[in-house]
């Protein structure tokens, strides 16, 4: 009989013990999975502020502003539009000044 006590006696012991543990081990994974949704949180945030800023920079105003300052560009104006012929060569230079009253067609690539 006394070993049968002991015998479980022992087997209370290791089945506290490994409630112990599991009960430890729960909580450390309890711990992760919070920290990895405060991240994911952060993480969601910082990608909505840069979809905001993606949107802001990407403004038709935005990038005609950077394209004057910084890229030197301009409007094209018909001063400075070249024609090409149907046969891809340009127009030969007309004896006056003044330009074509009607442009030639462009030619397609």
């Given at each position: 009989m006394t070993r049968l006590n002991i015998l479980l006696l022992l087997g209370v012991i290791a089945s506290a013990l490994y409630?112990?543990?599991v009960s430890y081990e729960t909580r450390r994974q309890f711990i992760s999975l919070e920290r990895e949704r405060n991240q994911s949180q952060r993480l969601e945030q910082d990608a909505d502020?840069?979809?905001?800023?993606?949107r802001t920079q990407a403004?038709?105003?935005r990038v005609e502003q950077v394209a004057r300052e910084q890229l030197q560009m301009a409007v094209a104006t018909p001063a400075v539009t070249q024609y090409l012929t149907a046969d891809g060569?340009?127009?030969?230079?007309?004896a006056s000044a003044a330009p074509a009253a009607t442009p030639t067609r462009k030619a397609r690539p």
């Amino acid at each position: 009989m006394t070993r049968l006590n002991i015998l479980l006696l022992l087997g209370v012991i290791a089945s506290a013990l490994y409630l112990v543990q599991v009960s430890y081990e729960t909580r450390r994974q309890f711990i992760s999975l919070e920290r990895e949704r405060n991240q994911s949180q952060r993480l969601e945030q910082d990608a909505d502020k840069l979809r905001v800023l993606l949107r802001t920079q990407a403004t038709h105003l935005r990038v005609e502003q950077v394209a004057r300052e910084q890229l030197q560009m301009a409007v094209a104006t018909p001063a400075v539009t070249q024609y090409l012929t149907a046969d891809g060569t340009l127009p030969a230079p007309a004896a006056s000044a003044a330009p074509a009253a009607t442009p030639t067609r462009k030619a397609r690539p």
